[in-house]
């Protein structure tokens, strides 16, 4: 689905520093939903077009170019988190454009990791054929993604009840499993998501 995604620069009513100079704020707005920020620039408000969202005057070059460097580093921002994590609020690119982005831990790294540790432990406390099911498991949940996301992983914070029951629902038609591989292959599954 396709979101709408808009940047606009207004200047804060209220934050008149001594020199009459007022902040430049930058609105990031997603499907209706707002978030804003300052983009530490300041400018005498005669200075300043409304309806441009933009400097104007004396100025105005650097300042403007400055907004333009913002508002490309949020499209870029925006862009590469719907590839990325399939939902984007205004919120994460914000937080992410000032670098207060949290990880991001996809499903299939986090799988990959596990059987690495598991094919260490075989002949220890694992057996070979353990392992073998841990890696089919991450190959169905890998075509799953692919088939009904069509991504090629998906963020651990979007997984979901729906989610895991499209998962059980997937191996019990596509992949034609009987119930009680599917039980098994679920229970490999949660055991990485707890």
């Not at 460097?69 to 690119?93: G, P």
């Not at 990880?103 to 694992?126: C, M, P, R, Y």
């Not at 069509?150 to 729906?162: A, L, Q, R, Y």
């Amino acid at each position: 689905m396709k979101s709408t995604f808009k940047v606009l620069f207004y200047l804060k009513k209220g934050s008149e520093k001594k020199n009459g100079e007022v902040m430049i704020m930058a609105r990031i707005t997603i499907d209706g939903k707002l978030c804003q920020f300052s983009t530490k620039q300041s400018i005498q408000p005669d200075n300043w077009s409304i309806t441009a969202g933009k400097a104007k005057g004396r100025d105005a070059g650097r300042i403007n170019a400055l907004l333009d460097d913002i508002r490309s580093s949020l499209n870029t921002i925006y862009h590469e988190m719907q590839r990325r994590d399939n939902y984007v609020t205004a919120e994460k690119v914000k937080n992410e454009f000032l670098g207060h982005s949290e990880s991001h831990e996809t499903i299939l790294s986090l799988f990959q990791k596990h059987n690495d540790d598991v094919k260490q432990l075989v002949g220890i406390s694992k057996t070979i054929a353990t392992y073998r099911k841990y890696e089919v498991t991450r190959r169905h949940l890998a075509e799953f993604i692919q088939s009904k996301y069509n991504v090629s992983d998906i963020s651990i914070k979007e997984i979901s009840p729906m989610f895991i029951t499209d998962f059980e629902l997937y191996l019990r038609t596509a992949c034609k499993c009987g119930y009680n591989t599917t039980a098994k292959f679920m229970q490999f599954f949660k055991r990485i998501i707890i």
